[in-house]
Every structure is written in structure tokens, then in C-alpha cells.
């Protein structure tokens, strides 16, 4: 009677452990992952965004000294001075706080016939430029927009132009657009404030490549909730797999058990 009954708890183990292995074996293959989805849950470079770097840029730099740049902002004829060769140099550190710290060289020169200060200019006269400057990301305050990273930044710098040497405070607009985690344009117009001598003030805009370098990134907010996804599912098929390695194991325990005690009551018969 007792082999009966073990028999009998042995075969609905057997029963149990097998209907369970199925269900987790099923519910694994009830909707299985298309290759878009599995595409979607990859880390992929738009999931980070740059933190902090190192930049450098060459580009060009249009002054307007006109002395009239309120009066007429309609009118360019004789106002803008610049020459045909880059013209802007700068460097600068950019850190995860959003706060940028730059260094600008410029040179330019004021044509003969323009407009400086409100007469016309009698000769070519060179332009020199060194400034430094603070700069914020706006998008710390708007959030991540990709491609498009705007900024406004203050300063103070040396300024030599139209024969008179001049230090200068300074504001600074302006926007870069990437077209990688390295490359990109940066746009700006920076104005120029005299220390209070007989200089004039004046408006210098700005257009050139940069290059980051010595980068530093960080996942955005979208890439750290794909992350957390990531992680939650490689737990759960841990666990489903470890249910069915433990079912299966199970199963084979009772039916190793089933066996053993089929052959008990067969020999139990044989000598009988």
C-alpha cells in the first residue's frame, strides 16, 4: 500500500512539475521580440549626448563699427568690414555644468570707404581682437535638443581698431548646430562695450567649423530609461529560465522516482 501511495505522489509530482515547465516554456514563446523591437532596445550613439569637451573652431568674423547699427539696421552698404580668409580662431572648455570658458583671436580690417564710427573711413586700417569669455548652454535649462545647442555668454577682452587701443566688456548669442559628436558650425554676435575712452563700441559676428575633442559622455533621459528596460528584461528571462531549468530538473527527479518504484513492484512481483 505504501508503494501505492508513493507511486501515486510520485506520478502527480511528475504531473505538477511537467504542466508548470510547459506554462513557462509557453509563456516565453507567447510574443516573441520582432527585430524592430530588439533594434529599439539597443544603446545606440543617440542615447548619449556629449557632457563635456574640449573645442577649437576657425572661421571668419564680420564687424559692423558704423556708428549707426541702430539707426538703420536695413542698411549693410559700406557698414561691414571683413577679409576673404578665416579670420576667428578660438578654444575653450566646456564642462557638464553647462558653463563654457573661451579664448578668441580675431583679425579684421576696416575698408577704406566704410563707414566707421559715423564717417567714412579714409584708409584700409587693421583690426586685432583678443577676447575671453563665460558662456551657458541654454539647453541645461530647456533640455536636450539634439543637433541644435544654443548659448549666450559675457566677457571682457583687448580690442585694437580703427588706430586706438581699447579694453572691452562683451555679450555674446549665439547657437552651434552638430552634425556628429565632433563636427559642427557655431553662429554668434558679440557686442562690444569701450572701457570709457573715445573708442567707439562696436557689433562683431561670427561664423565657423569647431571640433570637440577630449570628450566626456553620459546617457540622456531617454537612454537611461531604455537602459532600466534593458536591465528589468534580462532579469526577467533570468528568472523564466531558472524556473525552467528548476521545472525540467523537477521533472526529471519524478521521473527518475516513478521509475525507480515501477521496478521495485516489478521485482516485489517476480518473487512473489
Same mark, same amino acid.
Given at each position: ?116 564710427? +559715423?564717417?567714412? #573711413? ?7 581682437? %583678443?577676447?575671453? !569669455?563665460?558662456?551657458? @548652454?541654454? =539647453? ?26 581699447? +579694453?572691452?566688456? #562683451? ?7 552638430? %552634425?556628429?559628436? !565632433?563636427?559642427?558650425? @557655431?553662429? =554668434? ?84
Amino acid at each position: 500500500m505504501k508503494s501505492y501511495l508513493t507511486g501515486a505522489m510520485a506520478i502527480l509530482l511528475l504531473g505538477t512539475t511537467s504542466f508548470y515547465a510547459q506554462e513557462e516554456i509557453q509563456s516565453t514563446e507567447l510574443e516573441p521580440i520582432t527585430g524592430d523591437q530588439q533594434e529599439e532596445l539597443q544603446l545606440t550613439a543617440k542615447d548619449s549626448m556629449v557632457v563635456s569637451s574640449w573645442m577649437v573652431g576657425l572661421g571668419w568674423n564680420f564687424i559692423n563699427d558704423s556708428g549707426n547699427r541702430l539707426n538703420d539696421i536695413t542698411t549693410t552698404k559700406n557698414m561691414y568690414n571683413a577679409v576673404a580668409f578665416p579670420s576667428r580662431i578660438n578654444i575653450g572648455r566646456y564642462f557638464r555644468s553647462g558653463i563654457g570658458l573661451e579664448a578668441i583671436v580675431t583679425y579684421n580690417k576696416y575698408k577704406e570707404g566704410n563707414i566707421i564710427d +559715423g564717417v567714412v #573711413n579714409p584708409e584700409d586700417k587693421d583690426y586685432f581682437g %583678443f577676447d575671453t !569669455r563665460f558662456s551657458y @548652454d541654454l =539647453n541645461k535649462i530647456f533640455g536636450q535638443t539634439g543637433w541644435f545647442d544654443p548659448y549666450v555668454g559675457v566677457g571682457a577682452g583687448y580690442t585694437y581698431a580703427n588706430d586706438l587701443s581699447r +579694453g572691452t566688456y #562683451n555679450a555674446v548669442i549665439g547657437f552651434r548646430t552638430w %552634425f556628429s559628436d !565632433r563636427w559642427g558650425l @557655431d553662429f =554668434n554676435s558679440t557686442g562690444k562695450w569701450s572701457f570709457g575712452n573715445e573708442a567707439s563700441n562696436h557689433i562683431q559676428y561670427a561664423v565657423g567649423a569647431v571640433y570637440q575633442f577630449k570628450i566626456e559622455k553620459e546617457l540622456t533621459k531617454k537612454g537611461l530609461e531604455k537602459l532600466a528596460l534593458i536591465k528589468a528584461m534580462d532579469e526577467e528571462a533570468k528568472r523564466v529560465s531558472d524556473s525552467i531549468n528548476a521545472a525540467l530538473e523537477a521533472e526529471a527527479a519524478a521521473a527518475a522516482l516513478a521509475e525507480s518504484l515501477a521496478r521495485e513492484k516489478e521485482e516485489a512481483r517476480l518473487e512473489a
